[in-house]
């Protein structure tokens, strides 16, 4: 009965998580304000207040699981990617934690353990399965045939498709994170209001860059014949543009699965909490026959149940590292060296 702490600061949400034996008992996650005010994620800011919050989230994830220190089998760690001085918090965390009981370190890939919340639960896919990952700083389609076997089909060249949603509200004046108050408005608006350009990007990459210079253009050409034109047709632009970013996502997606002849798919990472994605998989996957895995709203955006369940499979491999371990602002899918590793890339 492996019990597996995790750790997760690898951008601005402070979180801890107790898996035991597979099963997710307790997932405390602490979000950070402080950066509303300045319209994106502040890195000092934001490894301050991990360092505030990294202990009563861990107190608190133990707490919920009704588990003691002495208890835990292996501290499982977000090594990479992120904000560098976000993920030292955590790394350190975890070594101190794992030193101090004399217990293993299990380092964890963040895009990975994203894909790897869909064994949380009973309804998991099936090996080999496509998962669109898709979160503030990656848009990756992945062919993931094992655990830690994943390989990135198609990604992102320029923005992701969170960054596109957060660029998006900030040119409408939304507060960050702009993604949710996107999700939010296009519920009351006409999806089909505005239409915006699909980029025609070869094979199963995408690119974002166009969309946000073609709705800079379209909001700032309307302003100059409308200053309320904003405040008029927030749902209804809202809808459009997510329409559109989801259409785009899922098109590419639906290639990858006939050109792999792939039934399982599966979505993961913070932008798969947004509503007309989950429900446009819904329905391709109807159309399709597919089976569709969509993540529980808890494990969408960052959380350390997605890094205790990696730990946990990575434990029942033996594959841990040692107290030289660092972690990686960028950090690739293939298994990292078990000692060291570089600062940056
Ligand atoms: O995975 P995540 O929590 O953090 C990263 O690893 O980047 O993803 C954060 C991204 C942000 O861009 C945020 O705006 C977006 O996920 N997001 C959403 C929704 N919830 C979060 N985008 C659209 N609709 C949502 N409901
Ligand atoms: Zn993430």
């Known amino acids: ?50 360092q505030q919050n990294i202990v009563p989230a861990v107190q608190q994830a133990l707490l919920n699981a009704k588990v003691s220190k002495n208890d835990i089998d292996a501290v499982a760690f977000t090594r990479g990617p992120g904000l560098l001085g976000s993920l030292l918090v955590g790394v350190s965390f975890a070594k101190a934690f794992a030193l101090a009981k004399g217990i293993p370190l299990i380092d964890i890939n963040h895009m990975q353990a994203h894909i790897l919340a869909h064994f949380i639960g009973d309804k998991n896919p099936s090996f080999p399965f496509l998962c669109l990952t898709v979160s503030g700083g990656h848009t990756q389609i992945v062919l993931v045939k094992d655990y830690f076997d994943m390989e990135i089909i198609g990604q992102t060249l320029d923005d992701a498709a969170g960054e596109a ?11 960050y994170p702009g993604g949710p ?25 995408f690119s974002f860059s166009g ?5 800079l253009y379209f909001i700032r050409d309307n302003v100059a014949q409308n200053p309320d034109f904003v405040n008029q047709n927030m749902a209804d632009i809202c809808a459009s543009v997510e329409k559109r970013i989801a259409t785009i996502l899922l098109n590419k997606l639906q290639k990858a699965a006939q050109a792999y002849d792939i039934k399982d798919i599966a979505l993961a990472g913070g932008v798969s909490a947004n509503t007309g994605l989950r429900l446009g998989l819904q329905a391709m996957a109807e159309q ?7 993540p529980k709203m808890e494990y969408c955006t960052d959380n350390a149940a997605m890094i205790a369940i990696a730990g ?14 660092a972690p990686m602002a960028r950090m690739a899918f293939a298994p990292q060296p078990p000692k060291g590793g570089a600062m940056v890339e």
């Open 312 to 325: 946990y499979h990575k434990f029942l491999k033996g594959e841990f590292v040692g107290q030289d371990v």
């Open 1 to 50: 009965m492996p019990v597996i702490l995790g750790i997760e600061s690898s951008c601005d949400e402070t979180s801890a998580s107790v898996c035991v034996d597979g099963v997710i008992m307790s997932n405390v996650i602490a979000n950070q304000t402080i950066h509303e005010a300045y319209g994106g994620v502040v890195p000092e800011l934001a490894s301050r207040v991990h």
């Open 288 to 294: 399709n026959g597919w089976n569709s895995f969509i």
């Open 165 to 175: 949603m957060d660029k998006t509200s900030k040119i409408l004046g939304l507060p």
């Open 211 to 215: 969309l946000k210079t073609s709705i």
């Open 181 to 205: 108050l996107i999700d939010k408005y296009a519920r009351q608006g006409n999806p089909d209001a505005y239409k915006f350009p699909e980029p025609q990007i070869p094979g199963y990459d």
